[in-house]
């Protein structure tokens, strides 16, 4: 049962090619600077651009094959749509570095870059080929089943949100990326400002498999997001089964299974805790090294939190947001690399604030409702991201 949920959750907060096999995009070594950013008030803002290639390291771009128009699939705002890209891959390697370029910075929500090994390329292919025109809808992760299932090494590769650069990595450290892999390239697009076209790309930092690297994985650490309406506000949706109802309207039934399986891995039975303010602990199960970390949140947040064994003579603040910023999503390097055990945890506290609804044009001419766990950009979120290494 824990299992299921942690899988569904995963799916979650996985929180985006012409029909038929749409890895067909050629990769290019680019040794060209990085191209500038989108949402160009940030594009300098902690990044990593300015590192010259170390020994044995390339660049390969990928990209979208054509421009994609997106269009929400049901009624609302948001599209997620996944794009099977292939690196080109002669042998096994690394990824030491990711910069992701949206195309269209006004529709780009984020982005995020899922690893597909060669057994799913397959699967993957057929999904993509299952649904018309170029790539495929995918709310949650990358719609790949046995892909998108641990929390305590999600697949990606990487994540782009508004104030994001290149991240490289440590010298010592790389994601591996087998010979045959392919990369899914999930965009969230948000259509509150109008449509376009967006032909998205990401220049990937390689390294040979001669290297001898640590590989670097992704801990994912959510917590639920149960957001009331403010005292004395009388809409429809300030009720809570109906603003579930209407969630799963616009993403379908595993939006519901998502905000039940965080409720019940967090809080236990004892059902949902209206509030502000939000946590989660996650508990380690072995030897572990936390490089970096990040958080995310949407546009009602205003703080987020990581904690290394909070509430413990040894408890640690990794990573404190105050205010929140929706567009500067960077991850944060931590000075000195965090070790932890078995037996100690990671927790996550967001807090998000209704009033913000008054001052974001995003809120314009929408009725407050209960917010809860989703994928919508006027939804929430509260997540936790730590880049760690294990012996």
């Excluded at 824990?2 to 680019?30: E, F, K, N």
């Excluded at 099977?84 to 910069?99: E, K, N, S, W």
């Excluded at 000195?336 to 100690?344: A, Q, S």
Aim: glycine share 12%; charged share 25%.
């Amino acid at each position: 049962m824990r299992l299921a949920l942690v899988a569904a959750v995963t799916v979650a907060v996985a929180a985006c090619t012409p029909a038929g096999t749409s890895d067909r995009s050629a990769p290019q070594d680019t040794p060209e600077p990085s191209p500038s950013r989108g949402h160009a008030a940030h594009a300098d803002d902690d990044t990593d651009a300015d590192v010259p290639l170390r020994p044995g390291e390339r660049f390969r771009t990928v990209r979208m094959p054509r421009a994609y128009e997106p269009a929400a699939p049901t009624y609302g705002t948001d599209d997620y749509r996944c794009f099977l890209l292939d690196p080109g891959l002669a042998q096994d390697g690394y990824v030491t570095g990711i910069d992701v370029v949206p195309g269209a910075a006004d529709l780009v929500h984020h982005v995020i870059l899922f690893r597909v090994p060669p057994d799913l390329v397959g699967t993957a292919r057929r999904i993509d080929r299952s649904d018309d025109g170029q790539g495929w809808t995918c709310f949650g992760g990358s719609g790949l089943e046995g892909a998108d299932a641990s929390l305590d090494s999600a697949p990606w590769l990487g994540a782009w949100a508004p104030g994001g650069g290149e991240r490289v990595m440590a010298p010592d450290i790389g994601i591996p990326l087998d010979r045959g892999s392919r990369i899914v390239m999930q965009v969230h697009y948000n259509l509150l400002d109008g449509t376009g076209e967006d032909r998205s790309a990401a220049r990937l930092r390689l390294a040979g498999g001669g290297r001898e690297l640590t590989p670097l994985d992704t801990v994912l650490v959510p917590a639920p997001v149960e957001l009331p309406c403010r005292p004395g506000t009388q809409e429809p949706l300030c009720d809570r089964e109906a603003a579930l109802k209407d969630l799963v309207g616009r993403f379908g039934k595993q939006a519901s299974g998502t905000v039940a399986g965080l409720q019940l891995v967090c809080n236990g039975i004892g059902g949902p805790d209206p509030g502000t303010t939000q946590s989660c602990a996650r508990r380690i199960e072995v030897p572990t090294t936390v490089r970096a970390v990040g958080g995310h949140m949407h546009l009602l947040g205003r703080t987020i939190q990581i904690t290394a064994n909070p509430g413990r003579p040894d408890e640690r603040t990794l990573l404190d947001i105050d205010p929140w910023d929706f567009d500067d999503q960077g991850t944060t390097a931590l000075r000195r690399p965090e070790r932890l055990g078995p037996g100690d945890e990671l927790e996550v506290t967001c807090t998000h604030d209704q009033g913000l609804r008054d001052l974001l044009p995003a809120f314009e001419g929408q009725p407050e409702r209960y917010v809860l766990w989703g994928e919508g950009t006027t939804d929430e979120m509260c997540l936790g991201i730590a880049l760690v290494t294990r012996p």
